[in-house]
């Protein structure tokens, strides 16, 4: 069906639509329903700036990104961005999942901005927030124009998805690779569909993503795995750790980080929602193991560490660094950073971000250097 021909909030919504926005977005063209999306309402907008600085003091491994999309269909219940929804009057629950912001000018206000004289040609990430790879790209293609805006500026760039339509771009993003450094990375941290589809609902299951993993490699471009969240008594078995290490090694992932459930405000509300109705019998031990705060006991990721470690190095992946839960052994950490679960998440895998040399300026691309996945941290 043709996507001009839809419905635009705010005409009368039929019975059971999505209401529209609370409150009037910055730069809103209009709002559209479709039965293709059904349950969803994208919200087109157009930005000013889409160039966004990570704050100071950050402990991510770049400053700058770019989202082209706010909420987003995967509708993951335990994403950690739930919360970033509230500031356009939106809930971080249901509102996340089917009130979809689009910015519809981002490739054109991006290469504007990356034109400036003071753009010093950092490195860009883009799935820092909500998937860029989510549904609705295969109707907006954002994607491609924001690649070849950053690409033909000389800006290196990395890309997090669990959205199997980044198979789409895979020429374009070896094209890119010839320019300037790439990373690429899949988040994949389960391989029991059954219980993806239920927590994960709007996602590729994880044989789709693992077909991804293969495909990029096959291309000759990086991609490790961001194997996040690891779910305390539903993914953090001996059995679902050997598989998932297993699978991403058979599908020649360049580097794995790994990590337990991040249940920051707005996301644990939601998240032990699902637990009740879904898990009653484990609600009580959520809540004994997270108490009031955003983070499983130390104790916890401690042990977590250790199963993590033993699969890594069972399955191939022990030369990379790319680790979430560091060694409470490891001398290059004073006991500060070991205590931080925030070192925890900077620990991207190998191959997820481009490789830099000394001194942080752009390396080679690390798709067109052997061994790159060595020496990437």
């Known amino acids: 069906m043709r996507w001009e021909a839809q419905a635009l909030v705010p005409t009368p919504n039929p ?19 479709t039965p293709e999306f059904a349950g969803i309402t994208f919200h087109e907008v157009t930005a000013k700036s889409v160039l966004n600085r990570v704050p100071a003091g950050s402990k991510m491994p770049f400053e700058w990104t770019v989202n082209p999309y706010r909420g987003c269909s995967h509708a993951c219940v335990y994403c950690f961005a739930r919360k970033t929804h509230t500031y356009l009057d939106f809930d971080a629950g249901m509102d996340f999942d089917s009130q979809v912001v689009v910015k519809v000018n981002a490739a054109e206000v991006l290469r504007k901005e990356l034109n400036k004289a003071s753009w010093t040609r950092q490195q860009v990430a883009l799935g820092t927030n909500t998937d ?3 549904r609705a790209e295969g109707r907006y293609r954002l994607m491609p124009g924001i690649i070849s805006a950053l690409a033909e ?14 198979a789409r771009d895979i020429s374009l993003l070896k094209s890119a690779a010839a320019q300037v450094p790439v990373g690429l990375g899949i988040s994949l941290a389960m391989t029991n569909e059954a219980l993806s589809e239920t927590i994960e609902p709007g996602t590729p ?12 490699r096959e ?9 996040m969240p690891i779910l305390p008594w539903l993914s953090d078995s001996d059995e679902a750790l050997d598989a998932l290490f297993g699978s991403l090694a058979a599908a020649g992932a360049t580097g794995v980080s790994a990590g337990a459930l991040y ?3 707005g996301t644990r509300e939601w998240f032990m929602k699902w637990i009740a109705t879904n898990h009653p019998e484990l609600a009580g031990r959520y809540r004994l193991l997270y108490g009031t705060g955003s983070y499983a006991s130390k104790e916890y990721r401690t042990w977590l560490a250790g199963r993590v470690r033993y699969f890594k190095a069972r399955h191939g992946f022990s030369y990379s660094s790319g680790f979430s839960h560091r060694d409470l052994k490891d001398g290059d950490l004073d006991k500060r950073d070991l205590d931080d679960p925030r070192v925890e998440e900077a620990e991207y895998p190998a191959g997820s971000i481009p490789a830099a040399v000394p001194g942080g300026s752009p390396a080679a691309s690390s798709a067109s250097r052997p061994g790159v996945q060595d020496s990437l941290f």
Not at 208 to 215: D, G, K, P, Q, Y
Request: with cysteine; charged share 10%.
């Open 15 to 33: 019975a059971g639509a999505a209401a529209p926005p609370l409150l009037p977005l910055a730069g809103l063209v209009r709002s559209v329903t």
């Open 132 to 134: 860029p790879y989510q």
């Open 153 to 166: 500026s000389g800006t290196p760039l990395s890309i997090l998805t669990k959205g199997t339509l980044l």
């Open 205 to 216: 299951g994880p044989r789709a993503r693992l077909r991804l993993v293969s495909r990029l």
């Open 219 to 227: 291309a000759g471009l990086p991609c490790g795995v961001m194997a």
């Open 263 to 265: 249940l920051k405000p």
